[in-house]
């Protein structure tokens, strides 16, 4: 579920709340009884790493390439 922030446009009180995307937008603020408005929030949405298209997306060709290689190196260790 979402977090989404509020504020309250008479006394400025900040809210985060969970709610589903179906629910409606609170309306009234539980402190003063003044009106909502709802923020818009930065998201904490990052891609790091090597990246998500190598792993996830990337042509099979290329995947099935290097299990070959690396089964190739454990081989020849093996017959040493």
Do not use: N
């Not at 504020?7 to 995307?21: M, Y």
């Amino acid at each position: 579920m979402p977090v989404y922030e509020y504020e309250c446009e008479a006394c400025g009180k900040h809210l985060e709340v969970w709610q589903k995307i179906t629910d409606a937008p609170l309306t009234k603020c539980e402190a003063c009884g003044g009106k909502l408005r709802k923020l818009i929030s930065q998201s904490s949405f990052i891609l790091k790493g090597s990246g998500w298209y190598v792993t996830d997306y990337a042509r099979k060709e290329r995947k099935d390439s290097s299990k070959e290689t690396s089964k190739g190196g454990s081989e020849s260790k093996d017959k040493a």
